[in-house]
């Protein structure tokens, strides 16, 4: 056991650490909150900062005094020194493991089922978490007694000298009563005394800022810079010579204030990242040391299934792995490696809204197919991005800008450059289209032609057949005007599809609905915010920049989609009365099942039925308008999660 692993937190037995390559790669990215965006953050040295008092610490056996490592004064009052407990401590060892044992269980169901596998030591050496008992290490095992002051919370980090992991070291602050301790508590008011709750989150959030700009003062005393406003994240660097160490400060209690804005109210707080959903029933358990035994194992699942530390944000986290991959394949000389952004190059006529927009359509049924359906199912493609990120090739480099004959003659290539094609789409009257199907791209009209930028996804779906979900278009149909088509391509994201993919598996394979969940947040939400060039204002980080990417991927999910739905149709008669992204409704008599019969991702999946009641029934045959077609559909699912993108 190391010096600094003293008591098991948790009654667990952890299997071997997993040996990381972080100790030895350097910390390039850098997360930066919404509120640091266009900060330059240079690229720093991963080694942690070495402290001249930590070799002092070895040869302590009962406890360790948190002495100021320069001026070797130790603290006035014995009673507030942050100890080490050891088994030879003056104090009971046989009380304070009961103590800690009994207190770690639970008095709420854990959001996670018991046969789950506890914390593997992977994420030690990387985060330690703080709850008002005392600090552990993510595997459990108790580092020191409580952190009762800012002095005490700067020595705490210095000592462990935590090393990055993809992301930089972490410090977690787990419950109400460990912020009390560090002085960081707030009193926006209660939600009685508001009419718009997205008030009361602004104003939390801005208290929260305020009070650790007012006690972080030792922090900055002791060498330590801000980088960015602080708040629900904390980010710290310190540089000594030429090591800069770097460490973000998780404050969990206080989460809220930046989730809710993305998620609304309605929700109370959705989706909080590697901590979980409250309406999903993944969050941390509420007492403090559940909570953190339970964050602590998902700390450890991250560093060992996805190589990175979770990010302030699942996006921060799919984006944290690409760097890794990056770096890997840097060193190796083997892979594509992006290391610039992709922005969208200027365009005539440039579509309002997403260049490939997801599609959303519904349709009023005819009597006829409802006359023998008895219930409604709604399937969906099973991690619908995820599967086509890891398909596709993507361009990158400088694009060149073609016109007429020279357009046309890229596009008419064995194998069609990645790129932007204005093309017109025909009307959709004028094809041979199933009526019970949304047109075959969303900013196709029924009664005129359209011209318009697409991908080419879709310049390559729309030369597929009618039955395969295209319209059996030519070249010269499409009537090529200019495009933008990059010099280099490949699946850049093929081993980061890999990654996230094997990881699910694990996820899937052990009923861990937690890590499943946070896993889909991580490729949806980096996916996701490809498009917004202010997530990506780092220069070492503008390479995540890609719009076209995130284009690429919602048409491929898309055309697959519709070629599925033909498929159905061959094969049952049946057709959808609904779709939103990667998702369809149909209403289906007894014994037809239209999921697909595999594990695989991108096939479509039973995502859930309803049985078809009278109510139902009449609320659909009687609807006016999709509408209300719509609210039928909404009233028939118990809720509205329609994706599983």
């Known amino acids: 056991m190391k010096s600094w692993e003293q008591i098991p937190l948790f009654d667990l037995e952890p299997p071997a650490a997993v040996e990381s390559e972080a ?118 095992h108790t580092l020191t007694g409580p952190v009762n002051s800012i002095e005490k919370l700067d020595k705490l980090i210095r000592w462990a000298t935590l090393t990055p992991l993809g992301a930089p070291a972490q410090i977690w602050i787990v419950g109400i009563e460990a912020c009390e301790m560090l002085g960081w508590i707030i009193d926006p008011g209660s939600e009685d005394d508001v009419d718009d709750m997205e008030i009361l989150r602004t104003r939390a959030a801005e208290e929260l800022t305020a009070i650790l700009h007012a006690t972080l003062t030792p922090m900055l005393t002791a060498g330590w810079e801000l980088r960015g406003e602080p708040g629900h994240v904390v980010h710290f660097s ?18 809220w204030t930046y989730w809710n804005k993305d998620f609304g109210w309605g929700n109370r707080v959705g989706d909080m990242g590697i901590l979980g959903s409250p309406t999903a029933g993944t969050y941390l358990p509420d007492d403090d040391l559940p909570a953190a035994q339970e964050l602590g194992r998902r700390l450890a699942w991250s560093a060992q299934h996805l190589g990175v530390l979770p990010g302030p944000t699942p996006a921060r986290t799919g984006a944290a792995i690409v760097d890794k991959i990056k770096r890997d394949r840097t060193r190796s000389g083997k892979g594509i490696v992006v290391t610039v952004g992709g922005p969208v190059p200027p365009l005539d006529g440039e579509p309002r809204g997403d260049l490939e927009p997801a599609v959303g359509w519904t349709r009023i049924p005819d009597l006829e197919e409802l006359s023998d359906a008895t219930q409604l199912v709604s399937i969906d493609q099973r991690a619908a991005y995820l599967a086509s990120a890891g398909m596709l090739e993507f361009g990158y480099g400088t694009p060149r800008h073609l016109r007429g004959e020279n357009a046309l003659d890229a596009a008419r290539q064995s194998k069609t450059p990645f790129g932007l094609w204005r093309v017109t789409l025909p ?62 391509q490949g699946r850049a994201l093929d081993k980061w599809a890999k990654f996230l993919r094997e990881a699910r598996k694990v996820a899937v394979d052990t009923g861990d609905t937690a890590m499943k969940r946070f896993i889909g947040a991580c490729y949806k939400g980096y996916i996701g915010r490809m498009v917004n060039p202010d997530m990506w204002t780092a220069k070492q980080m503008q390479h995540h920049h890609q719009p076209l990417w995130r284009a690429a991927i919602i048409a491929h999910c898309r055309w697959r989609g519709r070629r599925v739905a033909m498929r159905i149709a061959r094969e049952t008669g049946r057709w959808p009365l609904r779709t939103v992204t990667d998702s369809w409704v149909y209403p289906l008599p007894p014994g037809i099942d239209i999921a697909d019969d595999s594990d695989a991702l991108g096939k479509m999946t039973l995502e859930k039925s309803a049985p078809l009641t009278e109510n139902i029934t009449v609320m659909l045959t009687d609807a006016r308008d999709t509408h209300e077609i719509n609210l039928a559909l909404k009233a028939a699912f118990t809720d509205e999660d329609e994706g599983n993108i």
């Open 23 to 140: 100790y030895s790669e350097p910390t390039l990215f850098d997360f930066i909150d919404d509120a640091e965006q266009g900060q330059d953050v240079a690229e720093i040295e991963a080694l942690a900062e070495a402290q001249d008092f930590v070799a002092q610490l070895a040869d302590v056996d009962i406890e360790i005094d948190f002495s100021d490592s320069e001026t070797g004064a130790s603290e006035a009052s014995c009673g507030d020194e942050i100890a080490t407990r050891s088994l030879t401590s003056a104090t009971s060892d046989e009380e304070s493991v009961d103590h800690l044992e009994s207190s770690s269980q639970p008095e709420i169901d854990a959001p996670e089922p018991a046969a789950l596998p506890p914390a593997s030591e992977a994420a030690d050496g990387h985060a330690v978490i703080v709850t008002a008992a005392g600090t552990y290490t993510p595997s459990g």
């Open 238 to 255: 310190r540089t000594t010579g030429n090591f800069t160490s770097m460490v973000d400060i998780f404050i969990e209690p206080y989460v």
């Open 427 to 488: 009307p959709g009257d004028m094809l041979a289209l199933p009526p019970a199907l949304p047109l075959p791209h969303p900013h196709m009209l029924a009664d005129q032609p359209v011209q318009t930028w697409i991908t080419t996804v879709s310049l390559d779906a729309l030369q597929t057949s009618i039955a395969d979900g295209g319209i059996g278009a030519e070249l010269d149909d499409l009537d090529i005007a200019e495009a933008w088509v990059y010099p280099e």
